[in-house]
């Protein structure tokens, strides 16, 4: 086990925007590729953001292209999402993952593909 933080959820309007963050005090982030994913009850696990090791390369999922920002300071060991233009349907448990395996032929959207993730902050985006 390592001991993801995640924080930075809450409880907003529709439109309104919030920034989460993650954190170890046990686990380099600078040598893993990190992502953020998302389950709400009753639902499956979606990825919505990976982030490369470097920083240099993301993507997203249709569901929040062009209203999340991942991004990440290995210096602080700390992973973001920045989230914007927030809808009823982004309610959820948000986690961070990393990936510790080198191999190569994964897909950033198999959320089996990481290795590691923390317990979650909460989002819940009211109408």
């Known amino acids: 086990e390592v001991d993801f933080m995640e924080s930075g959820g809450g409880s907003v309007q529709a439109g309104g925007s919030l920034k989460l963050s993650c954190t170890s005090s046990e686990f380099s982030f600078d040598d893993s590729e990190m992502g953020w994913y998302r389950q709400a009850p009753g639902n499956e696990c979606e990825m919505v953001s990976w982030?490369?090791?470097?920083?240099?390369?993301?993507d997203y999922s249709d569901s929040v292209k062009g209203r999340a920002t991942i991004s990440r300071d290995n210096a602080k060991n700390t992973l973001y999402l920045q989230m914007n233009s927030l809808k009823p349907e982004d309610t959820a448990m948000y986690y961070c993952a990393a990936r510790g395996r080198r191999t190569s032929g994964w897909v950033w959207r198999d959320r089996l593909a990481y290795d590691y993730w923390g317990q979650g902050t909460q989002v819940t985006v009211s109408s």
């Open positions: 982030i490369s090791r470097s920083g240099d390369n993301t």
